[in-house]
């Protein structure tokens, strides 16, 4: 079946550092991928996406390419703040047989950004 | 639009009691779900329903029940609950039909602890 696997955290930077937070799936069919974030007491929402390969998806500052040949779909940005701490969740989006889809997601990677 | 709204925000129970934790959204969304998330096990599907009258099971199952009589609604009963059952619950939504690569429209959980 589909599995994303995401870099295990936390993840802890200093202000304006650049960041890196890897992702990695395996699918049947040709997903579509996604990055969550989910602040402190907050649900999940959508910070990116992309459809299909070579796209980038953006949002925010951060970027994600969709990297077919290396099945990842790793998130960047150049320079974090500290309101950037949360918690960050790669997914994917397939379409199974009979129409219907169900998202897979990682396991999350929480980033803390000190002052 | 409210988007997802879910109630309550906490809640505690003793073993053997049941509940009803109640899930809305206002955005004619097909698609609806249940995750519970726990410390590093990331977001696990509960349940989940296509369209009102559809429902069907996820990853995690057992102890729950759900039912969807209108497209808004969607609510996620614990029959009997057990301290295995505290987690945050977050109900989500999203727009099926053709564009299965929407995202997801998450609530802000609802935190429940079992005693």
């Known amino acids: 079946g589909d599995s994303v696997t995401q870099m295990e955290g936390p993840v802890t930077l200093s202000e304006e550092a650049f960041l890196t937070i890897n992702c990695t799936y395996t699918?049947?069919?040709?997903?579509?991928l996604f990055w969550y974030v989910q602040y402190p007491g907050e649900g999940l929402q959508l910070l990116l996406k992309?459809?299909?390969?070579?796209d980038k998806g953006s949002n925010k500052g951060f970027e994600a390419t969709y990297r077919k040949e290396t099945t990842s779909f790793h998130l960047e940005k150049g320079s974090v703040q500290v309101s950037d701490s949360a918690v960050y969740f790669c997914?994917?989006?397939?379409?199974?047989?009979?129409?219907?889809?169900?998202?897979?997601f990682g396991r999350g990677t929480s980033l803390i950004v000190h002052p | 639009n409210a988007g997802v709204t879910q109630t309550p925000k906490f809640q505690v129970l003793k073993t053997g009691q049941s509940m009803t934790l109640q899930c809305a959204q206002d955005?004619?969304?097909?698609?609806m779900s249940w995750y519970r998330q726990d410390p590093g096990m990331g977001l696990r599907l509960i349940h989940y329903?296509?369209?009102?009258?559809?429902?069907d099971q996820g990853e995690v199952p057992n102890g729950y029940n759900v039912s969807r009589s209108t497209t808004e609604d969607f609510p996620l009963r614990l029959l009997s609950a057990a301290p295995s059952q505290t987690s945050v619950y977050f109900c989500?939504?999203?727009?099926?039909?053709?564009?299965?690569?929407?995202?997801?429209?998450f609530g802000n959980g609802t935190r429940l602890t079992v005693t």
């Open positions: 699918a049947t069919g040709y997903p579509s």
């Open positions: 329903s296509v369209g009102a009258g559809i429902t």
């Open positions: 989500a939504s999203s727009y099926r039909g053709l564009i299965y690569n929407s995202p997801l429209h």
């Open positions: 997914a994917l989006s397939d379409l199974l047989t009979g129409g219907s889809y169900i998202p897979t």
């Open positions: 955005m004619n969304h097909e698609y």
């Open positions: 992309a459809t299909k390969a070579d």
